[in-house]
C-alpha cells in the first residue's frame, strides 16, 4: 500500500518517538472506574492505593484525569508498569510518547469574513445589536500565548459566558490579569516533558508563548481584526481569524524539544472541563493503535461530550501512509496553497531567469551579478554550519540544496560566511516543485527541484558562474489556487485504512498571523528582528484555519453534531482549483490523489446548506472500534467504556456511515459492498440523483440511483459495490455524488491495493 520509504520513515520515526532511555519513564495508566470501591473519598486516593498495592517504593501522581480518561500519569520503573498491567482495576498502562509542532488573506479566501452575518456588525442588516451573542470557545493546545497581541483585544466583547469554568493561570513573566473576555483561558503543562528531560528543563513555566506557533495558532482560528497587519511589508492589510468573535482559551503543551502526550490529555481533560466547544490540535507524532493513543482516546471523550476536534495532518509529505491524527472522530486537516505568492527572481550570467518565492525586505544586491558558488557532494552543498569556507565564499551567491538544517538557517550560515545572497534549491526528495517563503536574513531565492538541477549543472560547467538574486512585491490572485503542499502528509492512516484521510484541505503554505515581538521571525538566535505578525507554513496553519470554521457553524447550526459538521465540510469541498482544473500536488505538480487531497478544499459558504449530512453517535464510533479486532479490553480503553461488549458491531471498519469511502483490493478481495445512511437538512421534497466517477480499473454499481426525501430530517440508505477488473493504482481516486439542482453531496473515494 505504502512505499517502502514511506514505511521505513515510519520506523526510523518510530524509534524516535522517545528520545531518551531512562530508569524512569512516565506512563499513563487507564483505570476502570467503575470498579472503583467506595472507600475511596476520590479518585486519586484510590488510584494511589492502586498502586502502593502493586509496586513498590513511592511514586507521586503527575495528573489525574477525569474527563478525557479516567486514571493518572505516573513516573515509573519498568517493572512496575509491569506489575500494574496485572491489576484487575488497571484497562492498559501506556508508555509516554512525545509529539512534535506541525509547523490576512484568508478569511477572503474562504469567503468567512463577514462570519456568515451571526454577530451584530458582521454584515447581517437583520442582525440586532441587542440580539444574544452567539458564544464559542475554542481551545487550542499549542506553545501557549502573547496575549499583549491586538489579536486578543476583546473591544466589545460581552462579559464572558456563565457557563465557562476555566481561568488564566500565574506563571513567572505571565499574570492572569493580561487575559481578558477575549482571551478567557491559559494554563500550561509540563510535568510529563519535565519527566522526558530527566528533570533538565530550563525553560520557564508559563502560559506565556515563547515559540510563536501557538500565538499564530490562536490568531488563525480565532483573531480579532487587526488593522494594516503586516510581516516587513509583506501581506499588508486587516489580519483577522476565521472567527473573530470567538473566545480563546490557550493550552501550553508543547516546549523547545516537543509536547509529552501525557500532557496532551491533561489539557484535553483540562478543556473539556472548562466547557469549550472546539479543540484544536496543530501537533503529532507516531500514532499507535487507538487504544494506545491518548490523543485519540481525549478526542473520543471530547467528541461524546458534543465537542468539535480538528487536527493537523503532519508535515512529513508527500510520501503515502505518513499522517497523523487519524481517527475518525478528528477532523484530520491536510495544506494547501492560498491565491497569494510572495516572488523572488534568480538571474544567471548565461541569461537565464528562474522565479521562486522568499520574503526579505533587506538591502540588495544592486544590479550587478556576483560570482555563484556550488560544491556538490559535501556538507558545504546543504549550507550546513561551519560548511563554507569563508575566503571563496565572500562577495559570493551561494547555491544551497534544501535539507537537514532549516531553510532560514541555511541564510544564516552563508551570511556568517561572507556570502551576499543564496539560492536555495529543493531536490526530488525534497520539496519537489514546491516554494515556501521565509523571513530570510539575506537576498534569496527558494526554487523547486527542476531549476535546482539546471542551475546546478551551469554552476559546475561554466568557467566563472555569476548569479543576481532579486526580490519583489507579492502577487495575489495566483493561478493554478489552491495547491496540495508537498510537505502535507498523505494517508492511507494505518490504523484503520478503510478511512479515508485526511477529511480536507485548508489554507497552510505562507500564513500570516500575530506573533510575539519578542520572538524573531525566524526563531534563529542571530536574528534581532521585532515582529507583531509572521508569515509561516504547515498543517498546524491549515488545521486552525478549520478550528475557526467550526467555531462558525456551532454558532450557526448549534443543534447540528460534531459529525454532521464534518460531513457538511467535506461533501461541499472542492476537488477543483481556480482554473477549473483538479487540484494539483506542489511535490510534481501532477493531479493530487485522495489521499493528499481528502475530500477537497473547504468550502464554509457551501457547508451552510450540504443538503445531506452523513451523521454519526458515539454509539457508532464504538461498534467501529469493535470491527477493528481488537480485544474487549482495548475497546474498552479507547472508547472509555467498561461496559462494551461489542455485541454489535460493524461487518468490516469501511461500514462506518462516513462521507468518505476508502476501498481496499487484494487477489482475494475483488468485490467491497459498503452502505451509508444520509439525513436531509435541505427542503422538504427534495430529490436526488447519484453521479459517479471511477477509474476504469474499477466498476462501480448504486442503489438506488435516486432518494426521495418527504421531510427534513428523514433518512434514506443506499449501497455502493466497487469491484476490481484490474489491479488499482493508489493515485487515482473517484467520487459518489448526489445532486440535484441545489446541491452536490460528494463523497471522495480513494482505492488501495493490498496484497491478502
Not at 538557517?409 to 561572507?418: C, E, F, Q, T
Request: charged share 20%; net charge neutral; with cysteine.
Amino acid at each position: 500500500m505504502a512505499s517502502t520509504a514511506a514505511w521505513s520513515t515510519f520506523l526510523a520515526l518510530s524509534l524516535l518517538a522517545f528520545p531518551c532511555s531512562m530508569a524512569k519513564k512516565t506512563y499513563i495508566v487507564q483505570m476502570k472506574e467503575q470498579i472503583a470501591p467506595g472507600t475511596f473519598n476520590t479518585s486519586r486516593d484510590w488510584y494511589s492505593a492502586n498502586l502502593q498495592s502493586l509496586t513498590s517504593g513511592a511514586a507521586d501522581l503527575l495528573y489525574v484525569y477525569s474527563e478525557a480518561f479516567h486514571g493518572y500519569a505516573v513516573s515509573l520503573e519498568p517493572h512496575q508498569a509491569e506489575a500494574l498491567r496485572s491489576s484487575d482495576a488497571v484497562l492498559g498502562v501506556y508508555e509516554d510518547v512525545m509529539y512534535h509542532l506541525h509547523t490576512t488573506r484568508t478569511p477572503s479566501f474562504l469567503k468567512v469574513e463577514d462570519e456568515f452575518g451571526l454577530w451584530p456588525g458582521t454584515g447581517n442588516p437583520t442582525k440586532k445589536t441587542d440580539e444574544p451573542f452567539p458564544e464559542v470557545i475554542i481551545g487550542l493546545l499549542d506553545t501557549g500565548v502573547f496575549p499583549e497581541s491586538k489579536s486578543f483585544d476583546d473591544s466589545g466583547f460581552p462579559e464572558v459566558p456563565a457557563r465557562w469554568k476555566g481561568k488564566c493561570v500565574k506563571g513567572p513573566d505571565f499574570d492572569p490579569s493580561l487575559c481578558n473576555k477575549k482571551l478567557i483561558g491559559a494554563y500550561f503543562y509540563a510535568k510529563g516533558y519535565i519527566e522526558a528531560l530527566e528533570g533538565n528543563m530550563t525553560e520557564v513555566q508559563t502560559p506565556r508563548d515563547h515559540n510563536g506557533h501557538g500565538t499564530h495558532t490562536s490568531s488563525t482560528a480565532a483573531g480579532s481584526p487587526v488593522a494594516n497587519a503586516s510581516l516587513l511589508g509583506y501581506a499588508r492589510g486587516v489580519a483577522r481569524g476565521m472567527a473573530p468573535h470567538a473566545r480563546v482559551a490557550s493550552y501550553k503543551v508543547c516546549w523547545e524539544n516537543g509536547c509529552t502526550s501525557s500532557d496532551i490529555l491533561a489539557a484535553m481533560d483540562q478543556a473539556i472541563k472548562d466547557g469549550v466547544d472546539v479543540i484544536s490540535l496543530s501537533l503529532g507524532g507516531i500514532d499507535f493503535a487507538y487504544y494506545e493513543t491518548s490523543v485519540a482516546i481525549g478526542a473520543f471523550s471530547a467528541m461524546e461530550k458534543g465537542i468539535f476536534v480538528s487536527a493537523s495532518a503532519g508535515n512529513t509529505g508527500p510520501e503515502l501512509g505518513t499522517l497523523s491524527n487519524g481517527a475518525p472522530w478528528i477532523m484530520t486537516v491536510g495544506a494547501s496553497t492560498l491565491d497569494r505568492n510572495f516572488p523572488a527572481h534568480a538571474l544567471l550570467g548565461n541569461k537565464m531567469r528562474f522565479t521562486g518565492e522568499s520574503l526579505y525586505t533587506g538591502p540588495g544586491m544592486g544590479n550587478k551579478l556576483v560570482g555563484l558558488i556550488y560544491n556538490k557532494g559535501n556538507e558545504s552543498s546543504l549550507c550546513l554550519p561551519g560548511s563554507l569556507d569563508r575566503r571563496v565564499v565572500r562577495g559570493k551567491v551561494v547555491l544551497c540544496d534544501r535539507g537537514i538544517n532549516s531553510r532560514v538557517d541555511k541564510g544564516a550560515v552563508v551570511r556568517d560566511a561572507g556570502g551576499v545572497g543564496m539560492i536555495l534549491v529543493n531536490t526530488a526528495e525534497d520539496g519537489g516543485e514546491e516554494l515556501l517563503a521565509d523571513c530570510h536574513l539575506i537576498p534569496t531565492v527558494q526554487l523547486g527541484a527542476k531549476a535546482g538541477k539546471v542551475i546546478r549543472a551551469y554552476a559546475q560547467t561554466d568557467r566563472h558562474p555569476t548569479a543576481l538574486v532579486i526580490t519583489s512585491a507579492q502577487e495575489v490572485n495566483v493561478r493554478p489556487t489552491p495547491v496540495v503542499a508537498a510537505f502535507s502528509s498523505r494517508g492511507p492512516y494505518f490504523q484503520s485504512v478503510q478511512i479515508l484521510k485526511p477529511d480536507v484541505i485548508g489554507p497552510g503554505v505562507n500564513i500570516l498571523a500575530s506573533w510575539p515581538d519578542y520572538v524573531s521571525p525566524t526563531e534563529l538566535p542571530i536574528d534581532k528582528r521585532s515582529v507583531q505578525f509572521n508569515i509561516i507554513s504547515g498543517t498546524s496553519m491549515s488545521c486552525p484555519h478549520v478550528s475557526g470554521v467550526a467555531a462558525l457553524f456551532k454558532a450557526a447550526r448549534p443543534t447540528w453534531s460534531t459529525s454532521a459538521i464534518k460531513s457538511a465540510l467535506m461533501t461541499t469541498a472542492y476537488a477543483h482549483d481556480n482554473t477549473r482544473n483538479p487540484i494539483t500536488d506542489a511535490a510534481d505538480g501532477t493531479p493530487t490523489s485522495p489521499w493528499g487531497l481528502g475530500a477537497g478544499h473547504i468550502d464554509p459558504r457551501k457547508a451552510l446548506s450540504p443538503g445531506l449530512v452523513y451523521d454519526l453517535t458515539a454509539d457508532d464510533y464504538v461498534a467501529f472500534v469493535c470491527s477493528l479486532n481488537y480485544t474487549i479490553k482495548q475497546v474498552q480503553s479507547t472508547v472509555r467504556r467498561t461496559n462494551v461488549t461489542c455485541s454489535t458491531k460493524l461487518s468490516d471498519p469501511g461500514q462506518l456511515n462516513y462521507p468518505s469511502f476508502s476501498v481496499l483490493f487484494g487477489p482475494n478481495r475483488k468485490v467491497v459492498r459498503y452502505s451509508r445512511e444520509v439525513t436531509n437538512v435541505g427542503d422538504a421534497g427534495s430529490v436526488y440523483k447519484v453521479a459517479v466517477q471511477a477509474p476504469s480499473t474499477v466498476a462501480v454499481r448504486v442503489k438506488p440511483r435516486r432518494l426521495v426525501f418527504g421531510k427534513v430530517g428523514e433518512k434514506q440508505r443506499y449501497t455502493v459495490t466497487f469491484v476490481a477488473r484490474n489491479k488499482t493504482d493508489e493515485t487515482h481516486g473517484g467520487s459518489i455524488t448526489w445532486k440535484n439542482r441545489q446541491h452536490r453531496v460528494r463523497s471522495p473515494v480513494g482505492f488501495l491495493w493490498g496484497e491478502s
